[in-house]
């Protein structure tokens, strides 16, 4: 097996680099220490021990002829050259640039990074002792960068044959605190408007070089939105002293004025210029329409935008000191409008004058879109083709009019025998009016200050239609919808209104179990009545640090309040009772929290927690079937196919096959489920992750049809599924297709003491039958599951 590592190319002299760790204190990322190893050992297939990308490697440099490619290289040059000397035709001389390139750049992809093996796999990692001294050297760098500047760094190697085994110790010591700051700034009036900034450097903490950075780069920030211009960061320097005994340290920094200058000049705006058909070159600039609105000078060939509208998007004014927030929050805004394809702001300040120039492109007015795909919920992709047709600028106050149609297949379980997989069809329709203001009588000063946070009202109306054997679903809805964004990464969405008229037409086997149901004390078969559901949505959902991007630790969260059955306050009841109408009233929760952390190896350590609760409160004490929580399938518990777990330890007993059934979808009034996944690349675009889900759904109340189903404070933690598994994940940059297989680890529908997948009797009958038939699930996902 040791051969299976990459030993077996190695020379005489040569040895392999087989582990390398750090000890260190848990005071230190250990993330960022690994970056800082200039060797690091090849990468090992998960739990055995093979190194498949060592083989990759060198199979690919058995074939790998650099000479041959750049002779190859040379030749496509020349073919492409002679042909495009030949033609006089211009297009033919675009296609023949076209395919050169897009050859040359492969063959100096080939060049670069080896031919698709050797890019696949990675060279041995033959052992290097100067490479050891470098990466010693930069860990020591790295610790007195965060003041432990007596900490040592030890190395030693374990040869063992032809492996060697580094280790780097760390001995810390006791780090390096701030004493004194103060500054010396020449500038009087930079110096006063510092002061009153709160810094980021604090007396009695640890020195960090990179709070330096930080400050650095927030005072230059800061002075840039105080009118400082030309303000950079080279004009502050940092001094440390290191002398004062007791592991103290005195920061002294300086803020240097411009050669020749006595301070720093402050740049008022004079005046500010908007020019909305910047495309347009064709005629002279004094033919444009110039058009004033506070203070701000509109130009165009057309009056097309209102400028009260373009207003609430624009935060430079003449009188106003320059501001480098404000731009960026300008050039933000104005695009977030999705009527622009470009926003330039640029500053003139010749002749003594200082003008702020805004130019746009516009979007074309209409736009149609077709996208085809598949689409993947529960477990089989299915196709689905969607349209889109929009006309930007409809009252030329920067609204948007758009109309979507969808229509889609799936590959959906059978909501009574998990073992009948079908085509689902959906189609639908929507159209939709998008305003960039909230559509509420606010004054214009309000509408003004608020423009900052992207505030957008979206007005929908919509038809859509799910056909499935157990029944059609026909829903008619209008939805009103107000967005902001109060920080950039942080969204919030009200649904002031959303009203639905749902009608169901059940198959009678479907109809005859909902009966059933019906005579056991179960209330679900409320839930497909001919029914109008009104809907309060409150939602907030904010991403730290970008996630989903593996290069750095980020999170995401998201938390819904949905209040159910608003109408009730507004229309009298009997109006739905004449026209047979069944309502609901219902409070529901959910919050969602998903974090990422990267590790060394191109490994990523993912987990999700997700909660929900849903109360109904009418007389009919039930939930439209939408608004139930599921558990299980490719994006929940894994081991279970999808809305089959739960809830709580019920099992379904069926006589026919004197069995417990998994068939029958199972929903709940409450949700409460966890992921835990390790990531890591195997080779090129192929990934591969184990994960570990726990979870389940309960009813609040306890139902004589489904015993066992309620949430109990005493009993909730012996009901929480288990399921574990490894999934293959095929990323193309623009598309990741995941296929996972879970296995149920722990059963809470089994008997207490038989739960586990190896206790004692875990597969005895009536479950027996089960595992035979079903003993892994398969699951299908496009994306990640969090």
Known sequence: MYGCIGTRYLKDDEKLLLKQKIKVSRHFDNYEMGQLLVQRPNRKFPIIRFSPYVWFYQSGAKHYDRQQ??????????????????????????????????????????????????????????????????????LMLYLHSKGYFDAKVMHKKNIRGKKVTSKFTIEEKEPYTIDTVYSIIQDESVKYILNNRESLIKTNENYDQKILRNERDDM????????????????????????????????????????????????????????????????????????????????????????????????????????????????RQLANLDVFKFININYDSTGGK????????????????????????????????????????????????????????????????????????????????????????????????????????????????????????????????YTWQKKEHTIYSLSAADLSIINSELHPDFRKRLDDLEQSG???????????????????????????????????????????????????????????????????????????RPLIN??????????????????????????????????????????????????????????????????????????????????GFVDWAYFIDAGNIWTIENEQNRPGSNFEADRFYQEIAIASGFGIRFDFTFLIIRFDAGLKVYDPARPLGKRFILSEGHNDAPYNDYIKTEPIILNIGIGYPF
């Open 354 to 481: 200082f003008i702020a120039n805004i130019f746009t492109r516009p979007l074309p007015r209409y736009q149609w879109t077709n996208e085809f795909g598949v689409n993947v919920t529960q477990g089989f992709p299915g196709p689905y083709y969607n349209t889109t047709f929009k006309k930007r600028n409809i009252f030329k106050g920067l609204e948007n009019f758009e109309i979507n149609g969808r229509i889609g297949f799936e590959g959906v379980i059978s909501a009574d025998d998990a073992d009948d997989v079908y085509a689902s069809f959906e189609t639908g329709i929507n159209a939709s009016l998008i305003f960039p203001q909230f559509v509420i009588p606010f004054s214009r000063q309000l509408l003004s200050r608020i423009g900052s946070q992207n505030p957008k009202t979206r007005f929908t109306v919509g038809y859509s239609l799910t056909d499935r054997p157990e029944y059609k679903r026909n829903n008619v809805n209008f939805s009103s919808i």
């Open 602 to 683: 191109q490994a990523t350590v993912a987990y999700r927690i997700n909660a929900g609760i849903a109360i109904p409160y009418s007389n009919n004490n039930a939930l439209p079937y939408e608004k139930y929580f599921f558990a299980g399938g490719s994006n929940g518990i894994r081991g279970w196919r999808p809305r089959r777990l739960g809830p709580g330890s019920y099992n379904h007993f069926d006589p026919e096959t004197n069995s417990i059934s998994y068939q029958s979808e199972q929903q709940g009034e409450m949700l409460l489920e966890a992921s835990l996944e390790f990531r890591q690349n195997l080779f």
């Open 220 to 331: 230059t920030n800061y002075l840039k939105d105080q009118g400082y211009y030309d303000f950079s960061r080279q004009y502050i320097r940092f001094e440390v002293d290191t002398t004062l005994g007791n592991k103290q340290i005195a920061l002294r920094y300086f803020i240097q004025n411009p050669s020749n200058e006595i301070k720093h000049k402050q740049f008022v705006i004079d005046s500010v210029n908007f020019t909305t058909d910047a495309h347009i070159n064709s005629l002279p600039d004094s033919m444009r329409l110039n058009e004033g609105y506070n203070k701000i000078n509109y130009q165009a060939y057309e009056k097309v935008y209102k400028p009260k509208i373009l207003d609430r998007r624009i935060f430079l004014y003449p009188d106003n000191l320059y501001s480098r927030s404000n731009t960026f929050s300008t050039q």
């Open 522 to 596: 179960s209330n679900l078969y409320k839930s497909f009545q001919p029914s109008f559901v009104s809907s309060v949505i409150m939602q907030a959902s904010r991403s730290f640090n970008n996630y989903g991007y593996d290069k750095a630790k980020s999170a995401y969260l998201r938390v819904l309040a949905e209040s159910g059955g608003a109408s009730h306050f507004i229309v009298d009841q009997k109006v739905y009772e004449d026209k047979n109408l069944e309502t609901y009233q219902f409070l529901k929760f959910n919050i969602d929290f998903r974090r990422t």
């Open 69 to 138: 490619i750049e002779l190859e290289k040379k030749e496509i040059e020349n073919y492409y050259d002679s042909l495009i000397n030949k033609t006089t035709k211009q297009n033919k001389t675009t296609r023949y640039n076209r395919k050169k390139n897009r050859k040359i750049s492969k063959k100096d992809l080939d060049l670069k990074e080896g031919n698709l093996l050797m890019r696949w796999g990675e060279p041995l990692a033959i052992y290097d002792s100067n490479s050891s001294l470098l990466s010693k050297n930069k």
